[in-house]
């Protein structure tokens, strides 16, 4: 008779933006005539720039012609973009093409990378998180279980306050894998790299692996903020790096991303690298190639320059949602190196009243700090992903609303 | 300290068609001159036909205007895509779209569909076998530990021989989780319906669940063959079926599948429709959009026209084969229902020993079953996807060798 994974049957059924989505279409049918504002989902509006499209359409034509046509390719990736991937993105960093994984999405690989790591392992995620870190160690068995108001029973959780600038210490009990993710989802914070030189050190000390989510690196604009876990010293023996075409290009539809596994890195002995290239070897067959060349034209000169306007665009609505609720008596955090804005929501309520009251009285959509993490109870996401009409909007009803 | 999982550790390091290529390639090496003839693994070569590249092409001119660019789609797959299957491949078998999921390939789905079960469920394959099903239980830690000239300890393997036609025997110890694959890689045979629906009505009886790849369904011709194992009575709670636009309409290198677990389908009293879902929203966000659009092009009258053409090149192709080697003397199987024939090797070989003298002698490159399983040995995998020259010469080349 055939069982179940019953650590699935623990997780709660709905998904946080599900849940959202859901009391979001009550609302707009209830009130068919409100314009909603939708601040609340992490996912670009921005198209695609012209030199994507114009790789994606040509290797589309390559498809149709038997003399270009291409069957299976590299589970890891086609050569062509894991090279121009290692020359642009970690050319001084000593990393090279086959120490790059390509996939279709970060939530693909950050989700079954603890596939190469033992079920004893402990994991350690900042909390608030992004739920994938938790659920995915949920269904592998482990997070032990759950208790309303707690959390889970095997997961250490490291605080992420105010009074920290929402980076977490350094835990006293030593974890076997730590996720981090900077510039953070969903605080909006970036890690100084003194400070995550730290973190460096203390794996490497310990024989913990970082997994190092940059999904977020474009945005980095203050100086001494790293784009990368690998300009720190250190990092090629105790850090997997998780990065993705999706804030960067635009790609949350499109699907690429990718990861680096250093050959430095072991663990029991046993290299990482070769281990992840047999899981995914044996679990996937790569890339589409139509979307392998688009990746690659995004670090085209044309390409480059493109896509730095849409990131610009996009920390253009970050500074507006800043800017705006400061002068309004509002405490934010993040916004500066990430699309996120951080928000304390008004005395008095629950991030979950704060996101009905807003959702009710502005027609504005965001997400609920709780919905991340027990400490994210008492803040609210706003995400610069909208238009600048419309996220000029969103802020001045916040604004009259809530003053 | 972080442990990896140790599982991977035993598998054996290379998979079966890297250590192919390895032997090609030095062959190649030493004998730049030879014309080496690919009939080894099962990758199309056909170009993608019209209506799917310029759905493709499409799909990517609408990513890069503002009003048209797509984010983060279903996970499951858009409606558009999920509802033309149900209309088309599952007219009249009751299957809905939300039955449906989506996603990069059957290599994905087959090998990670064990997520969503316990890790103390026995594991029943054929044997010769497609490997991912074996590699990914290893990986999970259901196959036991291995022992050369016996397989894995905990795997229970049904034989597939010459006597019984390469169609397994139900078990005696019943298995929680059985792979089948019809029409069959690598043996090129199919299942008629009357028995497949012998392996439904053991399902159902003894509360296993059936993992149906049918991947080559495309290739059927033969009366009385199922496309799905759907079309059996009951299997609706006992089975869950993988299909790939792979073989179907080319879609190795685009690469685009489907998984239909029927919400019938109850573990432990669980739907495990509804757990598969909540693995995919977690583990993955979908498939490119153009990709998805392509793949609805497969549907078009024009798209279905043309894609089959492609498969009776290949159907042709594989007759030559069948046809040829069977006129010089050589004893056959397969090859009517699926692109792959499953020849006997000549008497007193093994198969990888006729793996070399076909490579050596004849510059002709095919797969020893012994890379399936034990039950593999003697026996040879020719596949009918490269051009009809090709086929012919290859086939011209095993017979003045081998006459």
């Known amino acids: ?15 946080l933006f599900v849940e959202i989505a859901n009391k979001v279409n009550a609302f707009q049918q209830k009130n068919p005539e409100k314009e909603i504002l939708r601040l609340g989902i992490g996912d670009v509006t921005r198209p695609l720039v012209k030199p994507v499209v114009d790789a994606m359409k040509q290797a589309a034509d390559e498809m149709g012609q038997a003399e270009t046509f291409r069957g299976y390719g590299p589970e890891a990736g086609y050569a062509f973009l894991r090279e121009t991937i290692a020359a642009h993105d970690y050319q001084n960093l000593g990393i090279s093409a086959d120490e790059i994984f390509v996939s279709d999405g970060a939530k693909s690989d950050t989700g079954s990378i603890g596939d190469i790591f033992g079920l004893d392992n402990t994991v350690a995620v900042c909390d608030p998180v992004y739920p994938v870190y938790v659920d995915t160690n949920v269904m592998a068995g482990r997070a032990g279980d759950f208790t309303e108001g707690k959390g889970w029973s095997k997961i250490v959780y490291m605080p992420c306050l105010e009074e920290n600038y929402f980076l977490p210490a350094l835990p006293e009990t030593v974890p076997d894998l730590i996720y981090l ?7 909006g914070v970036s890690m100084p790299k003194s400070q995550l030189q730290m973190w460096v050190n203390y794996a490497n000390e310990h024989g913990s692996v970082i997994l190092y989510d940059a999904a977020y690196e474009a945005f980095v604009v203050t100086p001494g903020v790293p784009h990368s876990i690998f300009e720190c010293e250190g990092a090629k023996t105790c850090a997997i790096e998780f990065r993705s075409f999706s804030k960067t290009a635009g790609f949350t539809g499109t699907r690429c991303a990718f990861t680096v596994i250093p050959k430095e890195l072991k663990a029991d002995g046993v290299s ?132």
Request: one cysteine or more.
């Open 1 to 15: 008779m055939v069982k179940v994974n019953e650590n699935f049957v623990k997780l709660p059924a709905s998904y």
């Open 181 to 187: 993710c900077f510039p953070n989802n969903p605080s």
């Open 272 to 403: 990482l690298n070769r281990l992840w290239d047999r899981r995914q070897s044996t679990k996937m067959n790569g890339v589409s190639y139509p979307v392998q060349r688009a990746a690659e034209a995004v670090y085209s000169s044309e390409g480059q320059k493109l896509v730095r306007e849409n990131i610009a665009y996009y920390q253009n609505n970050a500074r507006i949602i800043l800017e705006g609720l400061k002068k309004a008596g509002f405490t934010v955090y993040g916004g500066v190196d990430s699309p996120y804005v951080w928000m304390k929501v008004p005395q008095g309520m629950t991030s979950w009243q704060f996101f009905d009251e807003l959702l009710t009285k502005c027609a504005v959509v965001g997400t609920p700090g709780s919905g991340f993490g027990l400490h994210g109870e008492g803040f609210f996401r706003l995400t610069s992903f909208n238009t600048k009409e419309n996220t000029e909007k969103a802020v001045q009803r916040i604004v009259e609303q809530f003053k």
